[in-house]
């Protein structure tokens, strides 16, 4: 028997088909990672334009999902300044298919605040140009039924400040946009423009320590006082008397930070860019300078104010004198030029000095903001410039300065610097003490008896229990001083028994109000408006009208005499 034996041979395999399939994988990857680098250039290119420019190919800021500057917002998170989508209209000259002079008398007829020369001007230019910034949607809208090719419609991110002329001087604005940006043009734009433009942190809003609520009630009140005063312009502070926080700052003339015109003077913050001799104002701080120097130990202590006081060729006059003798709640209940230097001569000029000088009154403001203007300083301090130094006249500081004094005056003594940020917990600076914490304590007495029964009656609020000076001088002039321009300011702080707030108003050559006409002192033109204020922002601060607290001054009552402080 045959043995068959069967052999399972393997079939050839194709080489070439192999080489094939091989090639045609490597091929296939190679397409992969052409796409995949095609891919990452496309995106690359994306994150560079959205990151580096706005659009029109100019660099910029704009990142996906991140404003190209922060948000700015009060102490309570209302939004005062945003960057935002806007529609803009730009012309290409070159581009123009219709007649330029038809096209202006239908842009002028659109934008009649724009004159029809001027976007002839435009449409007959050069090269590209803007015919409008923040146009509104139903502007663009009317432009682009036009039908002209050469007018284009960029959206472009704009600073917009949804409060409008809210707290502008503080704000400042951001107009200037170059190849690095925007720009601040003032306030806190410039002050913090690294800040606001800094990459790690413009995702989240800047707080600052103003209270919109009390900005709005300070700046209403203010022009109130500007219409029915005929003022030349107001200035105003709400400050936090124990921590240096500004909780409204206003400027009277104001502006729009949206619209900016071509007249500047409306920008300049008086609070911070102007100094005035603010008379009377000083008194109160001259005099805890003379308590702390040992110099006024008794409020019993009477001074001669039965006539003027003369000093080489000048006379200390009161201006509504009382011929007789004054004690020191008496001086300034009745605001007495005559005893407030015959205090500052006795002290000398030493003391006095060294008080200013750690208020800070021969530097420029203490605050973050770029516009400070630097005090006038006596160049010496002869014995008529002690006296005058110490009712405000030779010497002259900005509005800030005076409420900075002040929260030191009323809050135990301690001087801190003003902020525009708000302060958490722990933040607050330790400050340096100028005041003794006794000086402190007695000019709350003071202060408050000032408003009970003089000069500063009209600014008494009840149950406020509102302490304060005022102050009414003439401005500088020609050498001298011009007699019917007067500056007049009342500086207070609330509630007396635990200082926390200081308010400040200061009205610019105001003529007389309705219920007043032709009285112009601060008695009667600021004091009032604190008064208004006060009332107004006391609730929203957290602080409810109290009429059975008050400060104890019972002590002093017994020194005064009946007649009234008039200033």
Do not use: C
Request: net charge neutral; hydrophobic share 40%; glycine share 10%.
């Amino acid at each position: 028997m045959a043995t068959i034996v069967v052999r399972h041979d393997r079939l050839p395999v194709n080489r070439e088909r192999l080489n094939l399939t091989a090639i045609a994988q490597q091929r296939l990857m190679f397409v992969l990672l052409l796409i995949v680098a095609i891919s990452l250039v496309l995106i690359g290119r994306l994150v560079w334009m959205g990151v580096f420019t706005d659009g029109q190919g100019r660099l910029g800021y704009v990142m996906a999902g991140m404003p190209p500057r922060a948000d700015i917002v009060d102490r309570n998170g209302i939004p005062l300044a945003r960057t935002m989508d806007a529609y803009s209209i730009s012309v290409r000259p070159d581009k123009l298919i219709g007649d330029p002079h038809e096209l202006a008398r239908k842009l002028h007829e659109i934008f009649p605040d724009t004159p029809e020369s001027a976007f002839y001007g435009k449409l007959t230019g050069r090269g590209w140009a803007y015919l409008r910034q923040r146009a509104l949607p139903e502007q663009v809208a009317e432009v682009n039924a036009l039908g002209e090719v050469g007018i284009e419609f960029p959206r472009e991110k704009e600073r917009v400040y949804p409060q409008r002329t809210l707290a502008a001087h503080v704000l400042g604005f951001a107009p200037v946009k170059d190849s690095e940006g925007f720009h601040g043009g003032m306030g806190v734009e410039a002050a913090f423009n690294d800040r606001l433009v800094d990459s790690s942190q413009r995702g989240t809003p800047m707080v600052l320590s103003i209270d919109s609520r009390v900005q709005g009630a300070l700046e209403n009140e203010l022009y109130a006082g500007v219409v029915d005063q005929q003022a030349k312009g107001a200035t105003g502070i709400v400050l936090d008397a124990n921590t240096g926080e500004v909780i409204a700052m206003a400027s009277f003339p104001v502006f729009d930070p949206n619209k900016l015109g071509q007249d500047d003077t409306a920008r300049r913050n008086n609070v911070v860019q102007s100094r005035y001799e603010l008379g009377s104002t000083f008194k109160p701080i001259a005099i805890g300078a003379a308590m702390d120097a040992g110099v006024v130990t008794s409020m019993a202590k009477r001074y001669d104010a039965t006539e003027p006081l003369k000093v080489g060729g000048y006379r200390i006059k009161d201006d509504h004198p009382l011929g007789r003798w004054l004690n020191v709640p008496e001086t300034l209940i009745h605001s007495s030029n005559i005893v407030t230097a015959r205090i500052a001569d006795e002290m000398g000029p030493e003391p006095m000095q060294k008080l200013y000088r750690a208020l800070e009154f021969d530097q420029r403001p203490s605050i973050e903001l770029k516009e400070r203007a630097r005090p006038l300083w006596p160049a010496s301090w002869g014995r008529i410039t002690t006296m005058t130094a110490a009712y405000g006249h030779g010497i002259a500081v900005t509005p800030l300065h005076l409420a900075s004094a002040y929260a030191a005056l009323v809050n135990g003594g301690i001087w801190r610097p003003t902020t525009l940020l708000k302060l958490k917990d722990g933040d607050v600076p330790k400050g340096r003490r100028v005041f003794s914490a006794s000086t402190s304590a007695r000019m709350r007495q003071l202060l408050r008896m000032i408003v009970m029964n003089g000069t500063g009656r009209n600014a008494d609020a009840p149950g406020y229990r509102i302490g304060g000076k005022t102050g009414t001088a003439e401005k500088p002039f020609e050498g001298g001083y011009a007699h019917r321009s007067l500056i007049t300011t009342f500086a207070a702080a609330f509630p007396m028994d635990n200082p926390r707030y200081v308010v400040l108003a200061m009205m610019d050559e105001p003529q007389g109000s309705h219920e007043h006409p032709g009285v112009r002192t601060a008695a009667y033109t600021s004091a009032p408006v604190v008064k208004k204020v006060v009332t107004r922002i006391g609730p929203m601060l957290g602080i409810m009208p109290d009429e059975r607290r008050d400060v104890d001054i019972s002590e002093l009552m017994p020194l005064l005499s009946q007649d009234k402080g008039d200033e």
